[in-house]
């Protein structure tokens, strides 16, 4: 089931500040470093599609997979045949669980904790053999996501977030509950949607559930789906993970 529905709409307002170009470049090194000339790229949970374009300007060929028939819409329109590396990107719907391409791939990537959203054993299993599936012989698996000592020491709070562009004013009210027995946070998302032109107010209610990880259960997961981790480093920094660090990056090899 798609967690991004109705709030898809308003993705990329709440996000316009995300650092996606440092991200990419970020993911691009990593993959030099470790699948030197890699030319392919598979990303699991692709969303708007914003990190897949910034790959593929790159000189990558992105194929990006979500679940999310509204994320992809958005992904499709910024692909527009205009951009240099259009015939480089193709996206599709698809459960990261599930889906299969019937080809490889020089690296796989699930960017933005999509690997958090695979919130119980079963999920994670699924979607790392997924990616073990689409995986070239000596490529790299590379994703971030909640790292639980970060998550348990500095605990998830309610936050409310305020934005607008020139139609729409926005609030997000995020309250989050923990579910220790479980490792997960469950994300209780209500956006509030103010039309500025006719003062129509909309209310979308919906509910993220994220799966915080450790680093023993992660190795032991992708063991299972038949690869290796080759590094783990706090996300975007490449600093030894902490009790301070609520985003780690996985590299694994097939």
């Not at 490889?104 to 299993?125: G, K, W």
């Not at 004013?169 to 469950?186: G, K, S």
Request: proline residues 4%; glycine residues 8%.
């Amino acid at each position: 089931m798609s967690v991004f529905g109705a709030y898809s709409r308003y993705y990329n307002l709440f996000y316009r500040d995300k650092d996606y170009a440092g991200e990419a470049n970020y993911v691009h090194g990593l993959i030099q470093r470790h699948v030197p000339g890699a030319h392919s790229i598979l990303d699991l949970g692709c969303g708007t599609g914003r990190h897949d374009l910034l790959l593929a300007e790159r000189g990558y060929e992105v194929t990006g997979v979500d679940l999310s028939a509204e994320m992809l819409a958005i992904a499709n329109l910024q692909r527009a045949p205009s951009t240099p590396s259009a015939s480089s990107l193709l996206f599709r719907q698809g459960d990261v669980r599930s889906i299969r391409l019937n080809r490889t791939f020089d690296a796989i990537v699930s960017l933005f904790h999509v690997i958090s959203y695979q919130s119980t054993n079963e999920d994670l299993q699924r979607a790392f053999a997924t990616a073990r599936t689409h995986l070239n012989p000596g490529g790299v698996f590379i994703f971030d996501c909640w790292y639980g000592p970060g998550v348990l020491t500095d605990r998830p709070v309610v936050r409310i977030k305020r934005l607008e562009d020139d139609e729409s004013a926005v609030t997000r009210i995020v309250e989050p509950v923990l579910h220790p027995n479980d490792n997960r946070v469950d994300l209780h998302y209500e956006v509030q949607v103010r039309e500025k032109l006719s003062g129509r107010l909309e209310v979308i209610q919906e509910t993220h559930r994220m799966r915080y990880l450790f680093r023993p259960e992660v190795e032991m997961f992708l063991r299972e789906a038949g690869m290796t981790v080759i590094e783990a480093a706090e996300w975007m920094s490449g600093r030894q993970p902490g009790f301070d660090t609520w985003g780690i990056c996985f590299v694994a090899r097939g």
